[in-house]
């Protein structure tokens, strides 16, 4: 199981895991991944290129990856991308997420989910300084002799995300145990003020 679908992950390595971080900054720079126009201040839909009629097709002699199988490979890992980060928590199946580059910062907060038909999903609202947009990035998955590929739904090319091996470049390398997230959301959130009562208003004129 090696050929274009090991080639594949090589040459798309990186732009797979910045899926949700193209959601983030198409919310920030209003345009989608391909360039054309989005609404402004709204997530871009288009956010990898559609797969060829070769690598769409599941690879051979593979299966569906069963959820306790995806709860296994993200639970309480940070998915490490170019110019942010995401976590999944085990506690309530929590998602969040950074992103922060030269056009601006974005941050998100929602739930990771996983079925038995090999699908990890990541559903959460998106925050910029445009507003706050719900945004849903799914991701396939197949196992066969060790070697997992995915791919992101519904229109991605298949690649090999880790192979039975374990090689340096693989992009589930890029899953790790320590928390990238929660200090630099905090760091992104407005400060919110505590509200003063009518009574401390009046004592102050």
């Not at 990035?137 to 229109?155: E, N």
């Amino acid at each position: 199981m090696s050929g274009w679908r090991s080639k594949a992950g090589r040459s798309r390595s990186g732009s797979t895991s910045l899926a949700l971080a193209v959601v983030a900054a198409s919310t920030i720079a209003g345009v989608t991944m391909a360039g054309a126009a989005s609404a402004p201040g709204r997530p871009a839909t288009a956010i990898a290129p559609a797969a060829s009629a070769s690598e769409a097709s599941p690879p051979a002699g593979t299966t569906p990856m069963a959820a306790s199988e995806l709860y296994l490979l993200y639970r309480n890992k940070s998915w490490q991308w170019a110019d942010g980060a995401g976590r999944m928590a085990d506690e309530d199946r929590r998602f969040t997420a950074w992103v922060e580059s030269d056009k601006g910062k974005s941050w998100a907060e929602g739930r990771w989910l996983v079925t038995d038909a090999g699908t990890m999903c990541l559903k959460a609202d998106w925050h910029s300084a445009e507003g706050v947009f719900p945004g849903k990035t799914c991701f396939a998955h197949r196992i066969g002799d060790g070697t997992i590929y995915q791919r992101q739904v519904p229109d991605g090319a298949w690649y090999v995300f880790r192979h039975a091996d374990g090689r340096a470049d693989d992009e589930a390398k890029k899953l790790v145990s320590a928390d990238l997230v929660t200090d630099h959301i905090d760091s992104l959130k407005p400060v919110r003020r505590p509200k003063q009562s009518p009574m401390k208003q009046q004592s102050r004129k």
